[in-house]
């Protein structure tokens, strides 16, 4: 199964006691593909070292380069067309447009504006974490 992680839910992934390890976790047994892209990637690690400071970062960043190296499941994406589908919050069309190109089956977000791929025709689907944890993990 292919997805894309929101920055938001990426954040809330790791963490012993997090709701959402169990994606995570998923990701580390080579269950589910993620797929990145360079503007996503940049965006995790702005939001994370913001957040968090530069050593997290480099904890997350290490699990996605083992996550890659052990099951090839990391997919490093470079969409060649943008959809501007979400005009609410055009910084989230980085995703959108990395889920489509990637044929991604799910975008796992808790943010609404992601909508509006509902009903477009678009393979991937918005789901909330608790959502695809639920029914997936």
Same mark, same amino acid.
């Given at each position: 199964?292919?997805?894309c992680?929101? +920055?938001n839910?990426?954040?809330?992934?790791?963490g #012993?006691? !997090?709701?959402f390890r169990?994606?995570?976790? =998923?990701?580390?047994r080579?269950?589910?593909?993620?797929a990145v892209?360079?503007?996503?990637?940049l965006?995790?690690?702005e +939001?994370i070292t913001?957040l968090?400071?530069?050593? #997290?970062? !480099?904890?997350?960043?290490?699990?996605?380069i =083992?996550a890659?190296q052990?099951?090839?499941?990391?997919?490093?994406i470079d969409p060649?067309?943008?959809?501007?589908?979400i005009s609410?919050d055009?910084?989230d069309?980085?995703f959108v447009?990395c889920?489509?190109a990637?044929q991604?089956?799910?975008?796992i977000?808790?943010?609404?504006?992601f909508?509006?791929?509902?009903?477009?025709?678009?393979?991937?689907k918005?789901?909330?974490p608790?959502?695809?944890v639920?029914?997936h993990?």
């Amino acid at each position: 199964m292919r997805v894309c992680l929101d +920055t938001n839910t990426l954040l809330q992934i790791f963490g #012993r006691t !997090q709701p959402f390890r169990p994606i995570k976790d =998923a990701m580390a047994r080579g269950r589910i593909e993620l797929a990145v892209s360079t503007a996503i990637l940049l965006e995790y690690e702005e +939001t994370i070292t913001r957040l968090s400071g530069r050593t #997290r970062w !480099q904890e997350v960043e290490q699990f996605l380069i =083992a996550a890659f190296q052990l099951h090839a499941n990391i997919l490093f994406i470079d969409p060649q067309f943008r959809f501007h589908l979400i005009s609410s919050d055009p910084d989230d069309n980085k995703f959108v447009d990395c889920a489509i190109a990637a044929q991604a089956d799910y975008i796992i977000t808790s943010d609404h504006d992601f909508d509006v791929l509902l009903g477009k025709g678009y393979k991937p689907k918005p789901i909330t974490p608790d959502q695809f944890v639920a029914a997936h993990c």
